[in-house]
T-cell receptor, first 113, second 115 residues
Framework: DAKTTQPNSMESNEEEPVHLPCNHS???????IHWYRQLPSQGPEYVIH???SNVNNRMASLAIAEDRKSSTLILHRATLRDAAVYYC??????????????FGAGTTVTVRA | DVKVTQSSRYLVKRTGEKVFLECVQD?????MFWYRQDPGLGLRLIYF???????EKGDIPEGYSVSREKKERFSLILESASTNQTSMYLC??????????????FGQGTRLTVV
């Protein structure tokens, strides 16, 4: 299984952008890149996903490197409510038996007021 | 509003007890998952199920079993609870989807303490 590597923690100031890196150097051509986040005392929630092109939604943007070996989740203006653990995971489209959804330790984001 | 509901938010059990954690989803999802979460270790997959009566081991299945008799319900069973199973347990579900790129929905979690 392709693995992801994320920094353990990041700090940001309120209303500033946050760039969360994720390395996935062994990614295969059919792996989708997914991001989830977990707010304190809650279960994880979906943030965004992509395959090759950059993606935007109301929560965040996902920038994917041209060689797909890394990606960056961008929170454009951090708020205190964005303080959470952010997980970057890969899901293989090609393998129809790949129902697993495996998480790593994630990046803990702290937002300073 | 989509929902994954775990039967208890907090649970305290004694060592050696048989413990059932229940999870129900109302989205007609094929896939259901059980994770445990411990400080510094992230989410670790215990078991998952891709259909009724089907189950597969995740990364840490030892000491656990599961049951999926109905599509909407996925139960995690601790046959004989031990103190090292004190943890936050999270249930999730997702649709199979054509390209496996669909999001998973999580419950609020059950904090289990084994004393």
């Amino acid at each position: 299984d392709a693995k992801t590597t994320q920094p353990n923690s990041m700090e940001s100031n309120e209303e500033e952008p946050v760039h969360l890196p994720c390395n996935h150097s062994t990614i295969s051509g059919t792996d989708y890149i997914h991001w989830y986040r977990q707010l304190p005392s809650q279960g994880p929630e979906y943030v965004i996903h992509g395959l090759t092109s950059n993606v935007n939604n109301r929560m965040a943007s996902l920038a994917i490197a041209e060689d797909r070996k890394s990606s960056t989740l961008i929170l454009h203006r951090a708020t205190l409510r964005d303080a959470a653990v952010y997980y970057c995971i890969l899901r293989d489209v090609r393998n129809s038996n790949d129902y697993k959804l495996s998480f790593g330790a994630g990046t803990t984001v702290t937002v300073r007021a | 509003d989509v929902k994954v509901t775990q039967s208890s938010r907090y649970l305290v059990k004694r060592t050696g007890e048989k413990v059932f954690l229940e999870c129900v989803q109302d989205m007609d999802h094929e896939n259901m998952f059980w994770y445990r979460q411990d400080p510094g270790l992230g989410l670790r997959l215990i078991y998952f199920s891709y259909d009724v009566k089907m189950k597969e081991k995740g990364d840490i299945p030892e000491g656990y079993s599961v049951s999926r008799e109905k599509k909407e319900r996925f139960s995690l069973i601790l046959e004989s609870a031990s103190t090292n199973q004190t943890s936050m347990y999270l249930c999730a579900s997702s649709t199979r989807g054509r390209f496996l790129n669909t999001e998973a929905f999580f419950g609020q979690g059950t904090r289990l303490t084994v004393v």
